[in-house]
């Protein structure tokens, strides 16, 4: 029998998640939701599934250090650094040579590090049966998750037919992948019940992933040719790494592999799910006062309604008077913005950068 290995992709900046997210220390290394950085609470939801040797994460050269601190009883080999981001396809590729090294049967999920999700079991009991799914055929799983709502920020799946069940989970042939639609198409999404959110949770084996590499990705495919000698070789990876990475095609996994694939399948999740990708989606994991403020740290908040104030190091924040903003106290950066803006806080990131020294807040 193959064996299963988790590979979790913590990459990004988390900017909208600025000041507390930083390039050094982004999203998935914070206690966005929770009393964990997002990353130690995904290790935690897949260790069921995983022996800690098979456990991987792929992070970039400016976390490694900060993600190292995190992930306790991992590995130290089993945590990766890429020295320049190249996208989700070559951490995927990546990951596919790591994983053959061990098992070159080898069934791998890859998942991201910073998504918010309570239901532990039932979590654990849909990726059971998406490997199952990927033990039982040369197929390309993803797991989908249920819309609630007509959201414009998200890929779609539309699922097809029923191809089979899995652990009482059924899974569906894909239709096609959508990218992010206008909110009447995705209104319409919703109401035909037959598209998912793409949540960016894959799991396949390492053959299909590199046929379709070869098949779909060849200049991919060939441009990872040293890192799989190197592995080969027991040879340390951080050299190569430096050598082969700059010169590897920026792209995504959905657009290298996914969408021009025929294998790809789709089980729906039966766990919530919530990518918190702004300061206004933690509202909703946090228990508001009597005015629907949420508030973290030492904060007070009067004659206001709806607002967000997240304090740290003891710092305290007051808010008088107002409504729907978003106030964030850090050591050496403060915002305050309305909730309807939240979305804008990229924008403004470039003004910072464009300061005399505005790289250390960034």
Same mark, same amino acid.
């Given at each position: 029998?193959?064996?299963?290995?988790?590979?979790?992709?913590?990459?990004?900046?988390?900017?909208?998640?600025?000041?507390? @997210?930083?390039?050094?220390?982004?999203?998935?290394?914070?206690?966005?939701?929770?009393?964990?950085?997002?990353?130690?609470?995904?290790?935690?939801?897949?260790?069921?599934?995983?022996?800690?040797? *098979?456990?991987?994460?792929?992070? @970039?050269?400016?976390?490694?250090? &900060?993600?190292?601190?995190?992930?306790?009883?991992?590995?130290?080999?089993?945590?990766?650094?890429?020295?320049?981001?190249?996208?989700?396809?070559?951490?995927?590729?990546?990951?596919? =040579?790591?994983? =053959?090294?061990?098992?070159?049967?080898?069934?791998?999920?890859?998942?991201?590090?910073?998504?918010?999700?309570?239901?532990?079991?039932?979590?654990?009991?849909?990726?059971?049966?998406?490997?199952? &799914?990927?033990?039982?055929?040369?197929?390309?799983?993803?797991?989908?998750?249920?819309?609630?709502?007509?959201?414009?920020?998200?890929?779609?799946?539309?699922? &097809?037919?029923?191809?089979?069940?899995?652990?009482?989970?059924?899974?569906?042939?894909?239709?096609?992948?959508?990218?992010?639609?206008?909110?009447?198409?995705?209104?319409?999404?919703?109401?035909?019940?037959?598209?998912l959110w793409n949540a960016g949770m894959f799991v396949w084996s390492v053959p299909v992933v590199e046929k379709a590499l070869v098949q779909h990705a060849p200049e991919l495919a060939i441009a990872l040719q040293p890192i799989r000698a190197a592995l080969a070789q027991k040879r340390p990876l951080a050299g190569v790494l430096k050598k082969v990475y700059p010169t590897l095609p920026k792209i995504s996994v959905d657009y290298a592999l996914l969408e021009k694939s025929t294998n790809v399948v789709v089980l729906p999740s039966s766990f919530d799910w919530d990518?918190?990708?702004?300061?206004?989606?933690?509202?909703?994991?946090?228990?508001?006062?009597?005015?629907? *403020?949420?508030?973290?740290?030492?904060?007070?908040?009067?004659?206001?309604?709806? *607002?967000?104030?997240?304090?740290?190091?003891?710092?305290?924040?007051?808010?008088?008077?107002?409504?729907?903003?978003?106030?964030?106290?850090? &050591?050496?950066?403060?915002?305050?913005?309305?909730?309807?803006?939240?979305?804008?806080?990229?924008?403004?990131?470039?003004?910072?950068?464009?300061?005399?020294?505005?790289?250390?807040?960034?």
């Open positions: 029998m193959a064996q299963h290995f988790i590979v979790i992709i913590a990459g990004g900046k988390g900017e909208r998640f600025w000041p507390q @997210s930083r390039a050094a220390r982004p999203k998935h290394l914070l206690p966005i939701v929770g009393t964990k950085p997002l990353l130690t609470q995904t290790i935690d939801r897949v260790k069921p599934l995983a022996p800690a040797k *098979n456990i991987f994460v792929i992070t @970039s050269a400016v976390q490694e250090k &900060a993600v190292r601190a995190v992930c306790k009883g991992i590995p130290a080999a089993n945590i990766i650094a890429e020295p320049v981001g190249r996208d989700t396809a070559a951490a995927v590729g990546l990951a596919a =040579a790591i994983v =053959a090294e061990r098992d070159p049967q080898g069934i791998f999920a890859v998942l991201p590090a910073d998504h918010v999700i309570h239901d532990c079991k039932a979590y654990e009991a849909d990726l059971a049966a998406a490997f199952a &799914a990927a033990e039982a055929a040369e197929v390309m799983v993803t797991i989908g998750i249920k819309p609630t709502e007509p959201a414009t920020g998200f890929g779609y799946i539309q699922r &097809a037919a029923k191809w089979k069940s899995f652990n009482r989970r059924p899974v569906f042939n894909v239709q096609r992948f959508v990218e992010k639609p206008k909110k009447e198409v995705a209104e319409s999404y919703l109401a035909s019940g037959d598209y990518d918190v990708g702004a300061w206004p989606a933690v509202a909703k994991h946090f228990k508001p006062d009597a005015a629907g *403020n949420v508030s973290r740290g030492l904060a007070v908040v009067e004659q206001g309604r709806n *607002n967000i104030v997240f304090s740290e190091g003891g710092h305290l924040v007051t808010v008088l008077g107002v409504d729907d903003l978003i106030v964030v106290q850090t &050591a050496d950066a403060t915002l305050v913005c309305p909730k309807s803006k939240a979305q804008d806080i990229k924008a403004l990131l470039k003004q910072v950068e464009a300061l005399k020294g505005g790289a250390k807040w960034l």
